[in-house]
């Protein structure tokens, strides 16, 4: 019986990483799954169940978390042990894998395991949304990407339909070429020195340069980073104590330790604020989700995320606890009116919006229940009686 296992473990290593990138990136998580849940008792791995062309899949899968397993907990199929009985699926663009650990002998339950990978975050699922009458604009369809690994914390667009999105760790560069959205590059951002620890992951980006360039700075690093684009290529230009932003005297700072920007702004005064429009005088949301308006406060409470539309236009999300579903609000920057809103599945966390005469392009970065960040884009015409 050690014999066999020791063949399966031989052969794992003849897959490799390198030729099965996603699987291997699922199988890492796998393994981490079911050694947390072992608490260092022996493990057998049985063969993953499941159908079609992931039948291939589930064989070298096993075969890769078998070898990620190696050295970490013993490996057997005889004796006091938890075998894994497993199963590998594709579930709304994403590839999952769902395991029991079983003790043996006895066959009682232990534990249950899953881990999960994105498929393919490029292809899109469309969606229309019913004429309805008293709208103030027409809706002309969205596409949403399968959900991606990485937290996105904040975008803008660029020139010549190019978004920029900032991770955590990292900026990327995407370009929208309908009906794809397709990754033109991915750019590590600084080390983190000196940041300190946060609660809530968050970020700025400001592309207020007027060319392929945009600032992007995340409450985990203490300086912000002016970023280029050269051929196509995200390449770093500088760095700044602060982010620049129109309207703000000094730039923005996030308070060490919070998702609070903070900085002079010449509009809203001192106020610590969750987001501010990109244009640094349109609207922000202060600290306690109170949507600010040019002149004063609207009365509404939004989510941290804001998007300038045409003039006079803001598009933001609710205020509403994270959930199944959650709502685009378009509304009136000088007093806060709801012009229109539309229910978004899953929890909006960033929004960027581009304009092109009557029509607009909303990037939306939306958490939905089953997991993952998805990037979905909308597009609005204002209505036309």
């Keep these: 019986m050690r014999l066999a296992a020791a063949l399966i473990l031989a052969g794992a290593a003849l897959v490799g990483p390198e030729s099965r990138p996603a699987l291997a990136r699922l199988a890492d998580r796998f393994a981490d799954a079911i050694a947390a849940a072992a608490g260092g008792r022996p493990v057998e791995l049985a063969p993953l169940e499941a159908e079609g062309r992931r039948a291939s899949d589930a064989l ?25 009985v497993g199963a590998l699926a594709e579930q709304a663009g994403r590839l999952v894998v769902s395991a029991r650990l079983v003790e043996e002998p006895g066959g009682g339950l232990a534990e249950l395991v899953s881990a999960s990978i994105e498929t393919d975050p490029r292809r899109f699922e469309t969606r229309t949304e019913p004429p309805r009458a008293g709208r103030a604009v027409d ?34 560069l995407y370009r929208w070429m309908p009906p794809d959205l397709v990754l033109l590059d991915r750019h590590p951002l600084p080390a983190a020195r ?36 050269a051929g196509g290529h995200l390449v770093e230009r500088s760095e700044g104590d602060a982010l620049p932003w129109p309207g703000v005297e000094g730039g923005l700072r996030f308070r060490p330790g919070t998702n609070l920007l903070e900085g002079q702004t010449r509009r809203f005064g001192p106020t610590p604020l ?12 202060a600290d306690d989700a109170r949507l600010l308006g040019p002149g004063a406060d609207t ?13 006079g236009w803001i598009a933001a999300s609710s205020a509403d606890p994270p959930g199944i579903a959650d709502s685009l609000l378009l509304l009136r920057t000088g ?26 392009r909303i990037a939306a970065a939306v958490e939905p229940v089953s997991g993952g960040t ?6 609005l015409r204002q209505h036309r009686p």
């Design 60 to 84: 070298d899968l096993r075969a890769l978390t078998l070898a990620r397993l190696t050295g970490r907990l013993a490996v057997h199929d005889d004796g006091p042990r938890l075998r894994v």
């Design 139 to 172: 809706w002309l369809g969205s596409r949403r990407t399968a959900p991606m690994d990485d937290r996105v914390l904040a975008m803008a667009w660029l020139p010549d339909d190019r978004l920029a999105v900032l991770h955590p760790d990292a900026a990327a």
């Design 194 to 229: 000196g940041g300190g620890e946060t609660r809530i992951d968050a970020g700025v980006i400001s592309a207020a340069t007027h060319d392929q360039a945009f600032w992007a700075m995340t409450n985990a690093r203490p300086r912000a980073v002016l970023l280029g684009v």
């Design 274 to 285: 969750l987001a501010i429009a990109p244009d640094g005088v349109a609207a922000a949301v």
């Design 299 to 311: 009365g509404l409470h939004v989510g941290p995320t804001l998007a300038q539309l045409w003039d």
């Design 335 to 360: 007093d806060g009116r709801l012009l229109d809103s539309f229910s978004i599945e899953g929890a909006i966390r960033a929004l960027a919006g581009n304009i092109d005469g009557d029509q607009a």
């Design 374 to 379: 998805a990037l979905e884009m909308i597009e």
